[in-house]
Every structure is written in structure tokens, then in C-alpha cells.
């Protein structure tokens, strides 16, 4: 079972700074397995980021996801108000276990 | 427009049972993949379950053997029923369909979510 690492595990910016949050697998994963979603507290989880690097409707262009093997990235170029929230990766496909990360709390600095 | 209503969340006992419900509009669950992932209170999204298209399921293994993901086409719902609850079964439960193609697949539609408590 591939295990997802995140970190740091809380990220304290101020808006207008730039993000970088990191997820490591514990095994290789292809690209297009590797999923990023935001979730605001009291809401369910929305997708942004998928393949990696593709943005998913609605995903400002802010947002950007990066990185290959073991090693990717969810990068907010600069953070509005309404970015400060927890950060998930995800391993997608269809071979089950569909295994989370720990999650990134973003929150004002 | 695609929807998910998550319905069925309520206290219980250990080794009770609930059964939860995922109640979709907007699309056919018969023709989608759907998966149920679960948040205990502060923590992170755990996945649970999945039911594929052709009727395959699998779980997580920490609720293997005593959690069951089925479908209901006629009401167009999927259902996830618990037995055997633990006290570290309490979490929100949300349902959420596939959506992607050509191999890049993601959550795409989230139910609500439904909390489920177990405790003496």
C-alpha cells in the first residue's frame, strides 16, 4: 500500500505570499494518479489539482501542481483570504487502496 | 446538475450497525464509480470503500469485513452498510462519485456528509 507524506503538516502565511505544500509517496506513483483537494472546515473536499499538474474546473489559475515519482507539489502563487484551508493529496486510478495524505493546514500568519 | 445527498448518520452502540445513504441526482450511479471516505473529528479524509461500474466493491482494511458498499439502481442511490461499529468508527461519512477519463480520475462531487457516532 502506497503511503502519502505531507508537509509540512500547518503552513502560516500572510495573503499575498506564496504557498508551497509537499506530498511524498512512499512508492513511485504515475502522474496522472496524484490528486490535490481543498477542504474549508465544515465542507466537504473539492477537487483542484489532478494528473498532477492539470486544473480542475473552477481551479483558479493561482493553483498549481507539480512533480513526478515520489516527489509533488501544490503551489498557490499568491493567497487570497479565501485560500487559507486544509490541503489533501490524494493516490486516484482504479486500483484500490485510494490512499490520503495527512493533510496541510494553511492558515493566516 | 449532479448531486449527492448523504443521509442515515446517527449514534450507536459498539457492535451495533447503521446503514448509510448516498442519494444521487443528476447522473446514474449504475453508470459511475462511487466511493465512500470518511473524517474522524479534526482528523484527515480516510477512504472506505468503492463500488465500480461493473458491480466490483472493495474496502478499506480497517473496515473490511464488516462495512458492505451496494447499489440501489432503482432509487439511485448507493448504500454503505456498518456493522460491527467501533468507537473508532465515528467520523462524517461522505459519498463522492469518479469523474476524469483517459486514466486521470479524481472525486469530482461530493455528498454533504452524515456523522456517525459510536459510544456506549
Known amino acids: 500500500e502506497i503511503v502519502l507524506t505531507q508537509s509540512p503538516g500547518t503552513l502560516s502565511l500572510s495573503p499575498g505570499e506564496r504557498a508551497t505544500l509537499s506530498c511524498r509517496t512512499s512508492e513511485s506513483l504515475g502522474s496522472s494518479y496524484l490528486v490535490w483537494y481543498q477542504q474549508k472546515p465544515g465542507q466537504a473536499p473539492r477537487v483542484l489539482i489532478y494528473g498532477a499538474s492539470r486544473r480542475a474546473t473552477g481551479t483558479p489559475d493561482r493553483f498549481s501542481g507539480s512533480g513526478s515519482g515520489t516527489d509533488f507539489t501544490l503551489t498557490i502563487s499568491r493567497l487570497e483570504p479565501e485560500d487559507f484551508a486544509v490541503y489533501y493529496c490524494?493516490?486516484?486510478?482504479?486500483?484500490?487502496?485510494?490512499?490520503f495524505g495527512q493533510g496541510t493546514k494553511l492558515e493566516i500568519k | 446538475e449532479v448531486e449527492l445527498v448523504n443521509s442515515g448518520g446517527d449514534l450507536a452502540q459498539p457492535g451495533g450497525s447503521l446503514r448509510l445513504s448516498c442519494a444521487a441526482s443528476g447522473f446514474t450511479v449504475s453508470t459511475s464509480y462511487i466511493s465512500w471516505v470518511r473524517q474522524a473529528p479534526g482528523k484527515g479524509l480516510e477512504w472506505v470503500a468503492s463500488i465500480y461500474i461493473g458491480g466490483s466493491t472493495y474496502s478499506a482494511d480497517s473496515v473490511k469485513g464488516r462495512f458492505t458498499i451496494s447499489r440501489d439502481n432503482s432509487k439511485n442511490t448507493v448504500n454503505l452498510q456498518m456493522t460491527n461499529l467501533r468507537v473508532e468508527d465515528t467520523a462524517v461519512y461522505y459519498c463522492a462519485r469518479r469523474g476524469g477519463d483517459h486514466g486521470f480520475y479524481y472525486l469530482d462531487s461530493w455528498g454533504q456528509g452524515t456523522p456517525v457516532a459510536v459510544s456506549s
Open positions: 490524494q493516490k486516484s486510478g482504479s486500483s484500490p487502496p485510494f490512499t
